[in-house]
């Protein structure tokens, strides 16, 4: 089975204080996703990682950046936490290539930002 | 951009009943692949079903069927024999086939009555 690890189901932070959310998968998966789920917005891609130390902005990197050191660990940072980036973060990953290649997902962390 | 939309922020039905979920989709691509995934209260997201587009025969994953139609750019999930636990959120998704990263429509939150 597909693991994909959050550290924290549940976060609350203060507005400016530095948020790290890290994310874990045991298959060897080149690629490792961030997304933010927002009710009657989806999932909104944040960043993604193709290779280590390899990043792509996705369509709301504002506020945000990641770190890729391990193949198999994905950090999400928070430089400045905000009342708006009150969300729940989910994690995923999956194999590279032009195949049907489904992503798995972790279980959600869900930041509360006050 | 690709874009996924889902009309139906909520549905309802009985159990036992069939219920379909409507999912459309903006691509100039001709080659992708659409997945519907599955948001259980407080759980994992997890794979229902995915069609590559290529492929004009409709998925089916036992209780779980699509009905695509690419030139009307719709890919629907007919639930059959609806249980209380196929109560949750249900995402669209969309992925070319040149990129890793997905697209999601903003869900549709089913509801399974007894």
């Known amino acids: 089975d597909v693991k994909v690890t959050q550290s924290s189901r549940y976060l609350v932070k203060r507005t400016g204080e530095k948020v790290f959310l890290e994310c874990v998968q045991d298959?060897?998966?080149?690629?490792m996703f961030w997304y933010r789920q927002d009710p009657g917005l989806g999932l909104r891609l944040i960043y993604f990682?193709?290779?280590?130390?390899?990043?792509e902005k996705g369509d709301i990197p504002e506020g945000y950046s990641v770190s890729r050191e391990k193949k198999e660990r994905f950090s999400l940072i928070l430089e400045s936490a905000s009342t708006n980036q009150t969300s729940m973060y989910l994690c995923?990953?999956?194999?590279?290539?032009?195949?049907?290649?489904?992503?798995?997902f972790g279980p959600g962390t869900r930041l509360t930002v006050t | 951009a690709q874009t996924v939309t889902q009309s139906q922020p909520e549905m309802s039905v009985q159990e036992a009943e069939t219920v379909t979920l409507s999912c459309t989709y903006d691509?100039?691509?001709?080659?992708?692949?659409l997945f519907w995934y599955k948001q259980p209260p407080s759980r994992q997201m997890i794979l229902v079903i995915r069609?590559?587009?290529?492929?004009?025969q409709n998925a089916t994953e036992n209780r779980f069927s699509v009905n695509f139609q690419k030139a009307a750019k719709s890919f629907s999930l007919k639930i059959s024999d609806s249980q209380l636990g196929d109560a949750a959120m249900y995402f669209c998704?969309?992925?070319?086939?040149?990129?890793?990263?997905?697209?999601f429509g903003a869900g549709t939150r089913l509801t399974v009555k007894p």
């Open positions: 995923a990953s999956s194999r590279t290539g032009g195949r049907l290649y489904e992503q798995y």
């Open positions: 298959m060897d998966h080149e690629n």
């Open positions: 990682s193709y290779d280590v130390k390899m990043k």
């Open positions: 691509t100039s691509e001709s080659d992708y692949y």
């Open positions: 069609q590559e587009a290529y492929k004009q």
């Open positions: 998704a969309y992925r070319s086939a040149n990129n890793n990263d997905m697209r």
